[in-house]
């Protein structure tokens, strides 16, 4: 069985940084991109950030471009979302998902299955 | 990249057919046919019922079905039942510097 489980979150203040990170098991990890979406309290999804299985691409929101990073230790099957700069608007449960690409063209990762339970990031003095 | 448009809501009878739309451009939408829908309960994950426009993942009921024209993308739920009262979410590859957006969501209720 596949299982994403998130960790790391917290309440942080304004211009702070926070580290989330994703264990992963049931699946060859290292085969997979994975990504991070997040939920701001009472709206909807927000893509934030996707990395392929191997890592070299890497792939961000205009929204966290240059405050966030993505990587993965495909040696311990673990995601990560190093976020700096955090504003209030940071706000929200950030899931972490396996990311599936085409069938014709694996590349272009584009679905997301299944979704670690979340973890809440609370960006407040 | 601005959000997928979907309705707010929408509601419908038990049996009852509805549809719910995603509109989007020629970037996204309208110019790959890489358009999923995900279910969500409240203080739940998200899960997929549509990837690839059309297609159910193993495990969806075959009362959930996907659809696109031009840059319109829609999911069908028929025979409507209590437990498909949920928010449901559309996405969308997207060219530029982007890769993904998602739909503003819609609250669908079983009346």
């Known amino acids: 069985e596949v299982q994403l489980l998130e960790s790391g979150g917290g309440l942080v203040q304004p211009g702070g940084s926070l580290r989330l990170s994703c264990a992963a098991s049931g699946f060859t990890f290292s085969n997979y991109a994975m990504s991070w979406v997040r939920q701001a309290p009472g709206k909807g999804l927000e893509w934030v950030s996707t990395i392929s299985g191997r890592g070299g691409g890497t792939y961000y929101a205009d929204s966290v471009k240059g405050r966030f990073t993505i990587s993965r230790d495909n040696s311990m099957n673990t995601l990560y979302l190093q976020m700096h700069s955090l504003r209030a608007e940071d706000t929200a449960v950030y899931y972490c998902?396996?990311?599936?690409?085409?069938?014709?063209?694996?590349?272009?990762?584009?679905?997301?299955?299944?979704w670690g339970q979340g973890t809440l990031v609370t960006v407040s003095s | 990249q601005s959000a997928l448009t979907q309705p707010a809501s929408v509601s419908g009878s038990p049996g009852q057919s509805i549809t719910i739309s995603c509109t989007g451009t020629?970037?996204?939408?309208?110019?790959?046919?890489?358009v999923s829908w995900y279910q969500q309960y409240p203080g739940k994950a998200p899960k997929v019922m549509i990837y690839e426009v059309s297609y159910r993942p193993s495990g969806v009921s075959n009362r959930f079905s996907g659809s696109k024209s031009g840059n319109t993308a829609s999911l069908t739920i028929s025979g409507l039942q209590a437990e498909d009262d949920a928010d449901y979410y559309c996405s969308s590859y997207t060219s530029g510097s982007t890769l993904n957006v998602f739909g503003t969501g819609t609250k669908v209720t079983v009346l």
């Open positions: 998902a396996k990311t599936l690409g085409g069938l014709a063209a694996p590349d272009k990762y584009n679905w997301f299955d299944p």
């Open positions: 020629s970037s996204d939408v309208g110019g790959y046919n890489y």
